[in-house]
């Protein structure tokens, strides 16, 4: 069994971490504040002082951190982890990045004798704690084969897409759907409020229908809650609806409800709601 290591702890990256730790028994850490880290290090897992020193340690290295360009400074910085992993090592980065980015990991990973999947994930705090997640990989299928007992420790739904970059676009074609059902969610609420109905009563009529999504069964009780703590950053996902309007222009493509949706979480944004789930949609309309 290779000896893992993950980076990023996050919002999901903690309880994927705590999955693989359980598993294994072993695991070496690093995330840039110390002490998001402190609680896995009570249960065994070992601390490193920077990626470097994870590269020194593990065979099989997951990164789940927050921007395209902290992918690249882990991957390819000066400190990085191609630089100084052992021969053969297997990267798995699962951060929702750019599909460009993933193809010069990969052939950087593939120059220096090791092996990478981009492997980004969808299923929120919810599928990262109960190792639901839908996992979706680019990358060599050897790799993908000989990574897939780890990656069946944090996820059910995982299917290998093709070439390195397919994970990354398979996951915008994830954030598209996302993005404009969240309106039709928020939208849904809005109106059933509106029209005096009781709108724990409404979700019940209508999310085992034809208009059931994740997200309407998920996130649509949180919002009845009062409940907008992240399962998912609303400014991460801004990000990543960038990354889709970005490929859909190379590829001379117009996503206008895409395109919507970004608008509006970006009004959010700018009133202060970056750090809120994207369940935070319904404060477009309630404020």
Known sequence: MRRIGFIGLGVMGQS???RLLNKYGELFIYTRSKNKAEALIEKGAAWCTSPKEVANQSQLIITMVGY????????????GLIRYAQPGTIFIDMTTSK????????????DSDH???????????IGAKE???????????AAFDEALPVLQTMGQNIVYQGEAGSGQHTKMCNQIAIATNMIGVCEAIVYGQKAGLNPEQVLKSISGGAAGSWSLSNLAPRILANNFEPGFYIKHFIK??????????????????????????????????????TQALYKYWSE
């Open 115 to 125: 092996t990478s999947l981009d492997a980004p994930v969808t299923g929120g705090d």
């Open 240 to 277: 990543d609806m960038g990354i889709a309007l970005e490929e859909a222009k190379r590829m001379e493509l117009a996503l206008p409800g895409l395109s919507l949706a970004r608008d509006m979480y970006q009004s959010l944004a700018q009133k202060g709601y970056s750090d809120k789930g």
């Open 99 to 110: 599909p460009e980015l993933a193809e010069r990991i990969y052939q950087a990973a593939k």
């Open 131 to 141: 190792g639901t997640l839908s996992i979706m990989a680019g990358g060599d299928k």
């Open 16 to 18: 994927m971490a705590k």
């Open 68 to 79: 395209p360009h902290d992918v690249e400074e882990v991957y390819l910085g000066e400190e």
